[in-house]
């Protein structure tokens, strides 16, 4: 296993914006997967599992790189507690609902109004998620290396992101059923 691990932060370390990429690709991709077979999807909805690795391929993955690696780590670098409850106050109070309501406006097809409803909810769970795992990269891992952490952390954001759409899609489609039933 730590072959694996070795072999995979070579090539972080060489190429990381791009292995971020496809790390970040392959988790939405596995996590929209799980999130429909739990969501008891009789098939394979394409378009959500598409829309979910391209968030993560080319706009989670680049943006967390470059604020994370770069914007963050230079902005707040501060020594010891003082800069770790800077870069988490930034991280959840500026960047996370930002990120969060982008997320919503792609997922949603830039339903403005309907996206800024949906917010308060989702930066709740971000909020029960995200702030530890942060504090957790900040104190025990490097800035490439926290990628692995947060892999896992994200998976498990991911799959609570995409079983929420996939719970509203199947919401949807039933609702539209019991209407095409009454006509």
Not at 41 to 65: E, Y
Not at 91 to 99: G, R, T
Not at 164 to 177: P, R
Request: hydrophobic share 45%; proline share 3%; glycine share 6%.
């Amino acid at each position: 296993m730590s072959s694996v691990v070795d072999q995979y932060l070579a090539v972080l370390n060489a190429h990381p914006l791009k292995t971020k990429m496809v790390t970040q690709g392959l988790q939405m991709l596995l996590a929209d997967l799980i999130s429909q077979q739990v969501s008891g999807n009789k098939k394979i909805n394409l378009n959500s599992l598409f829309k979910m690795t391209f968030w993560g391929v080319a706009i989670s993955a680049p943006v967390g790189h470059y604020y994370y690696a770069h914007f963050l780590t230079q902005s707040f670098n501060y020594p010891g507690a003082k800069g770790i409850i800077a870069k988490l106050l930034f991280d959840q109070l500026v960047f996370a609902p930002i990120i969060c309501y982008v997320f919503l406006n792609y997922m949603n097809g830039l339903k403005l109004k309907e996206s800024l409803k949906k917010l308060p909810k989702l930066m709740l769970a971000n909020w029960k998620l995200w702030p530890m795992c942060t504090i957790l990269q900040l104190l025990f891992f490097g800035v490439h290396t926290a990628t692995i952490f947060g892999v896992f952390v994200g998976f498990i954001w991911g799959l609570y992101l995409t079983f929420t759409e996939n719970k509203k899609q199947n919401q949807g489609k039933s609702n539209k059923q019991d209407t095409d039933n009454k006509v």
